[in-house]
T-cell receptor, first 116, second 112 residues
């Protein structure tokens, strides 16, 4: 079974530019989560999709961040315009909806974003 | 005050030693407690989870939860160099709710 795939693995951009991160969850996983870890801090929840619907986006830092999940499959997280404090590792994770399979969260390897 | 406190270490032990990791938390609503292991340049991987207070054992790993003290622990017995990783505690008030609150992670090195 393929795991959660994220790309790019690394992205270096300048302040003010736009970056789009992509996540392909495990096939059949309705739940998709985005998390972020900024340097020296703990991993923080950003948002949660159930299929194509945003279930909870309370962790999104501000309106420069836009997440989408087209057709309930892959998801993108766009940062526009990027600021220095957006640097960090962005993790995507997926799981089955409760009752539909092994109830465990699987993480991707993350995208290391550096804003210069 | 952080919701979940975890000493970042680093922690270095010889092979075969017992590794002891812990987290404290402030939110009394937390009911589900997880330990994740993260290797370098990889995502976190679930090691164990426990519900409410008590102990849970899985091979060389033992997780303990003391809700009265808001304190959780992970013990690794007979540690191996392959156990070298960052260990993160995470918790949630609701089963299968993965809006998790994480600790900062403890970096562990097991010396051969």
């Amino acid at each position: 079974e393929a795991g959660v795939t994220q790309f790019p693995s690394h992205s270096v951009i300048e302040k003010g530019q736009t970056v789009t991160l992509r996540c392909d969850p495990i096939s059949g996983h309705d739940n998709l989560y985005w998390y972020r870890r900024v340097m020296g801090k703990e991993i923080k929840f950003l948002l949660h999709f159930v299929k194509e619907s945003k279930q909870d986006e309370s962790g999104m830092p501000n309106n420069r961040f836009l997440a989408e999940r087209t057709g309930g499959t892959y998801s993108t997280l766009k940062v526009q315009p990027a600021e220095l404090e957006d640097s960090g590792v962005y993790f995507c994770a997926s799981s089955h909806y409760p009752g539909q399979g092994e109830e465990k969260l699987f993480f991707g390897s993350g995208t290391q974003l550096s804003v210069l | 005050q952080k919701e979940v406190e975890q000493d970042p270490g680093p922690l270095s032990v010889p092979e075969g030693a017992i590794v002891s990791l812990n987290c404290t938390y402030s939110n009394s609503a937390f009911q589900y407690f997880m330990w994740y292991r993260q290797y370098s340049r990889k995502g976190p991987e679930l090691l164990m989870y426990t519900y409410s207070s008590g102990n849970k054992e899985d091979g060389r790993f033992t997780a303990q939860v003391d809700k009265s003290s808001k304190y959780i622990s992970l013990f690794i017995r007979d540690s191996q160099p392959s156990d070298s990783a960052t260990y993160l505690c995470a918790m949630s008030p609701i089963l299968n709710d993965y809006k998790l609150s994480f600790g900062a992670g403890t970096t562990v090195t097991v010396r051969a």
